[in-house]
């Protein structure tokens, strides 16, 4: 009889492996400490894994999601999180935790956020994610301009104006994949997204690592310096892609 979860699905087999090196990492353990002998799970055939399918949606896809989107306070709030998610390739906490004072209109539009180990960076913020910024926030009452700067971009009118939470967006976004035909999936598949999309319109796997902030390459920490404030030149293709260039 195969194994079950405690949701009653049969566990795939990349879990089942995750499964079986931990038990086995606790035998070696074991071994180590003169407690057993030998590592039963050296016995234990482990399942065959296929690589996963590429994620992240289309152009195509962004369009038919953004489509269903309301136009109401809420709805515009989350048409610019997805765009800002999508144009920027931030991650959702990066994007979540964006507050009125990270948004620079000195010399051109730009972005402050706050990365993995607390790194902090700026970009350019591409035209369409601020306007879908200021549509948002003019739907709730408010203006960028005069906005207290530890004030949340993306406001909701039952916490007080402590912006969104991370579980409610993901709720929403659930919501709206359903409703525009699409597979369900996290907050986590428009940076897949927004990955697939600049590889689409041309650019290298480098270039998309830059853009992602990815730590696998040794030099990644030199090519950010060289992206702090610089023009970001692939948005524009990618809004027009999407259909809001």
């Not at 203006?143 to 007080?160: I, K, Q, R, V």
Request: glycine fraction near 10%.
């Amino acid at each position: 009889m195969a194994p079950h979860s405690l949701s009653g699905r049969e566990p795939s087999p990349v879990t089942i492996g995750a499964r079986l090196a931990c038990l086995s990492s606790f035998y070696r353990f074991l071994i180590r400490m003169e407690i057993v002998a030998s590592n039963p799970c050296d016995q234990i055939q482990r399942p065959r894994t296929s690589l996963s399918p590429p994620r992240g949606l289309s152009a195509e896809e962004i369009r038919r999601l953004l489509s269903v989107i309301p136009d109401t306070p809420t709805g515009l709030r989350d048409r610019a999180i997805i765009l800002t998610l999508t144009l920027t390739g931030r991650r959702r906490s990066e994007v979540l935790n964006l507050k009125a004072g990270d948004i620079s209109r000195a010399g051109g539009l730009f972005y402050t956020y706050r990365g993995k180990g607390g790194k902090t960076g700026k970009r350019e913020l591409p035209r369409p994610v601020f306007d879908a910024i200021q549509a948002a926030l003019a739907a709730f009452g408010k203006d960028l301009g005069t906005m207290a700067p530890d004030e949340s971009l993306w406001l909701s009118s039952t916490n007080n104006g402590q912006g969104v939470s991370s579980g409610t967006f993901y709720c929403n976004l659930r919501r709206y994949l359903k409703r525009a035909g699409l597979p369900p999936a996290g907050v986590h598949i428009l940076r897949h997204s927004a990955a697939k999309l600049r590889r689409d319109v041309g650019e290298t796997v480098e270039d998309v690592s830059r853009f992602l902030d990815h730590s696998s390459l040794a030099v990644t920490t030199v090519y950010l310096r060289r992206l702090e404030g610089q023009e970001d030149r692939s948005w524009g293709k990618v809004a027009e892609a999407i259909g809001v260039g």
